[in-house]
């Protein structure tokens, strides 16, 4: 309770959700004794991947006993999600302490609920100066809260693609901007650059970053990864190649990012083992990125059925699920609920071969779409119809032996999913 009234709190303090800027977070960092300054860190920037990158070097360096801070967003169930420290996510009283000792320092100042905690994280990332952080860019990056640091060990560019195109002035929203906005400021250090979904946007990412002097290493130059058909992939670097098994994750764009996690722990010459990496890999924690729901309340409503549950909500997204799906020999049923503001013909229009698409309300979300209009953007497709809930819409699919149910389209969602499974 004490941390839901300290969270509301911090909500009012700016009028506005998100307002791209950096000098409200660095005033208070600066109250704080700038911890930004006093903290080893890998920064991810990007469109996609960026979690399941940073879940990939977690696990791998958990398992080499190194001690991590991660910070994430957006949380999916709990607040406390984002606030990882010495491996170990912040209790309720802790996170609570945390966030109002901030509070105190702030004295009311005009500031967003993401400047605040990412201010809270890095103020409590410095009482751990040993520690490796691995932090995750907000929207875009040259305006993120997370970019004041003076310095880091390396940045991380996953895959960029057109997303959050409304805060961009709308003769600026293509993809060129995007990986301006996210790349241009990238510190001097190492950049690692994720296999990216076209050539058109590999070349602009190499022509943005082209005057950083950072050292500079490249996905199918520097390393890639290719499967085994006998249950295995292969990486291989400048290093060498390393046999690996399978992870515990869906998706061959998993493979993508862990070979991403894996070049990049290697070539900062981290104290890592293969074997470290070979355990790591099979231990990845990654919620709401096809996970497979295995147990709960809904899994119980579509029986013997496998339910998935996935976090994707732009058009990259969907292409690279619509990917996995094909690898699946079995029929489809997709329910949905979006943001207002996604392209949401653009993402469903990737997949193909569904045998019905059942489209829901996000409930507490005013910034989504209402489940009844999303349904009108999608009546080109058969077998489309609205349920006004979760649980409406599963008992309302005709699933049949051996179908696959899969709920997408928002995180916001994937959270409400978690929380009533």
Same mark, same amino acid.
């Given at each position: 309770m004490k941390l839901q009234k300290i969270v509301n709190r911090l909500q009012k303090l700016h009028p506005k959700e998100i307002d791209l800027s950096l000098d409200r977070i660095k005033v208070l960092c600066e109250k704080l004794g700038n911890p930004q300054n006093k903290i080893n860190a890998i920064s991810v920037v990007g469109t996609n991947g960026k979690h399941s990158t940073i879940n990939a070097i977690f696990s791998i360096l958990k398992e080499a006993g190194i001690k991590c801070n991660v910070y994430t967003?957006?949380?999916?169930?709990?607040? #406390?999600?984002? !606030?990882?420290?010495?491996?170990?996510?912040?209790?309720?009283?802790?996170?609570?302490?945390?966030? @109002?000792?901030?509070?105190?320092?702030?004295?009311?100042?005009?500031?967003?609920?993401?400047?605040?905690?990412?201010?809270?994280? !890095?103020?409590? %990332?410095?009482?751990? +100066?040993?520690?490796?952080?691995?932090?995750?860019?907000?929207?875009?990056?040259?305006f993120d809260a997370t970019n004041i640091l003076k310095k880091n060990l390396a940045s991380i560019i996953t895959s960029i693609s057109k997303d959050h195109l409304d805060?961009?002035?709308?003769?600026?929203?293509?993809? @060129?901007?995007?990986?301006?906005?996210?790349?241009?400021?990238?510190?001097? %250090?190492?950049?690692?650059?994720?296999?990216? &979904?076209?050539? $058109?946007?590999?070349?602009?990412?190499?022509?943005?970053?082209?005057? &950083?002097?950072?050292? =500079?290493?490249?996905? #199918? @130059?520097?390393?890639?990864?290719?499967?085994?058909?006998?249950?295995?992939?292969?990486?291989?670097? $400048?290093? *060498? %190649?390393? =046999?690996?098994?399978?992870?515990?994750?869906?998706?061959?764009?998993?493979?993508? &990012?862990?070979?991403?996690?894996?070049a990049t722990l290697r070539?900062?010459?981290?104290?890592? $083992?293969? @074997?470290?990496?070979?355990?790591?890999?099979?231990?990845?924690?990654n919620i709401a990125r096809l996970q497979e729901i295995k147990s709960g309340k809904l899994k119980r409503l579509v029986k013997n059925n496998r339910l998935l549950l996935d976090g994707s909500h732009n058009e990259d997204g969907s292409r690279v699920l619509n990917e996995y799906l094909k690898t699946l020999d079995c029929q489809?049923?997709?329910?949905? *609920?979006?943001?207002? #503001?996604?392209?949401?013909?653009?993402?469903?229009?990737?997949? =193909?071969?569904? $045998?019905?698409?059942?489209?829901?309300?996000? +409930? *507490?979300?005013?910034?989504?779409?209402? *489940?009844i209009d999303l349904k009108e953007k999608f009546n080109n497709i058969p077998n489309v119809q609205y349920k006004k809930n979760i649980e409406e819409a599963i008992k309302s699919v005709p699933l049949k032996e051996n179908d696959l149910l899969i709920i997408t389209g928002s995180l916001y969602l994937a959270g409400e999913i978690l929380n009533l499974n």
């Open positions: 967003s957006p949380h999916l169930q709990r607040i #406390n999600e984002r !606030f990882v420290f010495n491996n170990k996510e912040l209790n309720d009283d802790e996170l609570g302490d945390l966030l @109002e000792k901030v509070e105190k320092i702030n004295n009311d100042n005009s500031i967003t609920f993401f400047e605040i905690l990412t201010a809270c994280y !890095f103020y409590k %990332s410095a009482q751990y +100066p040993d520690n490796l952080n691995l932090i995750e860019a907000g929207l875009f990056h040259r805060w961009l002035p709308k003769n600026e929203r293509t993809i @060129e901007k995007i990986i301006y906005e996210k790349t241009s400021s990238l510190l001097n %250090s190492n950049i690692i650059v994720s296999k990216q &979904n076209s050539l $058109k946007t590999a070349e602009y990412i190499k022509k943005t970053i082209s005057e &950083n002097p950072s050292n =500079k290493i490249f996905f #199918n @130059e520097d390393f890639s990864y290719f499967l085994d058909e006998n249950g295995f992939f292969y990486f291989e670097d $400048k290093i *060498g %190649s390393l =046999k690996l098994p399978l992870p515990n994750v869906l998706g061959q764009f998993q493979l993508e &990012n862990i070979s991403t996690a894996i070539f900062l010459k981290f104290d890592i $083992k293969d @074997e470290h990496i070979k355990k790591g890999i099979t231990r990845i924690k489809k049923h997709i329910i949905i *609920g979006m943001m207002a #503001n996604k392209d949401h013909k653009k993402y469903i229009n990737n997949f =193909k071969d569904i $045998k019905s698409l059942t489209t829901i309300d996000i +409930p *507490g979300q005013p910034n989504s779409i209402s *489940g």
